[in-house]
Every structure is written in C-alpha cells, then in structure tokens.
Nanobody, 115 residues
Framework: QVQLVESGGGLVQAGGSLRLSCAAS????????MGWYRQAPGNQRELVAS???????NYADSVKGRFTISRENTKSTVYLQMNSLKPEDTAVYYC?????????WGQGTQVTVSS
C-alpha cells in the first residue's frame, strides 16, 4: 500500500507560479514512474507530466516549457514546478504512482488561476 499526500495548490494570478509536492509513504527507488494528472470540471482526468526512475520525463503539449517535474528520492517526494500559469490550468491536480502493477492516487490539490 502506498499513500500519497499532495500539497502546494492554491489561488494564483495568471502568469504566476506554484510548486506542487507529492510525498509518498514508500521509497521512490522501487517506483518506476510517477506522474501528475489534472481534472477540470466537466473534463476527463489528463496526464500533465511524468518522470521515471532514470529521470526520463514526459509532458502534455499544453504545459511544455512551463511546467517541470522532478523527484527527490531521499525525501520520497515528487514535485511539479508550474510557471507562467494560465486560467486554463485551473484544475484539481493529482499525484499518481505505479508500484508492482498497482496504481495509487493522492487526494488531489486544487489549483486556481485567475485572469
């Protein structure tokens, strides 16, 4: 069982920045991939960014050049640095990990970007 706790969401003006954190209850060394997803009202949950054990990263086209995902294995934490935020980035952001074939989700953190 893996527990994930997200933090760092909030209200920010367009053009501003936020950094989300996801603390895992297990060592990241055994987790091959971690990711951030988001879901806006009326929309499906979508992948924002992911990172592998080898620090390979993948981003949604809509956030490339603005968001950066990183992981700190010693703290079992994954981060999502979000810069140049836009109103369309408003959503609940979820951390997700896959360990031993099981997918785990955090409770989500709200990000609201005002215009």
């Amino acid at each position: 069982q893996v527990q994930l706790v997200e933090s760092g969401g909030g209200l920010v003006q367009a053009g501003g920045s936020l950094r989300l954190s996801c603390a895992a209850s297990t060592s990241l060394f055994r987790i091959k991939s971690m990711g951030w997803y988001r879901q806006a009202p009326g929309n499906q949950r979508e992948l924002v960014a992911s990172i592998t054990t080898a620090d390979g990263t993948n981003y949604a086209d809509s956030v490339k050049g603005r968001f950066t995902i990183s992981r700190e294995n010693t703290k079992s934490t994954v981060y999502l640095q979000m810069n140049s935020l836009k109103p369309e980035d408003t959503a609940v952001y979820y951390c997700c990990v896959t360990k031993d074939g099981t997918v785990y989700w955090g409770q989500g953190t709200q990000v609201t970007v005002s215009s």
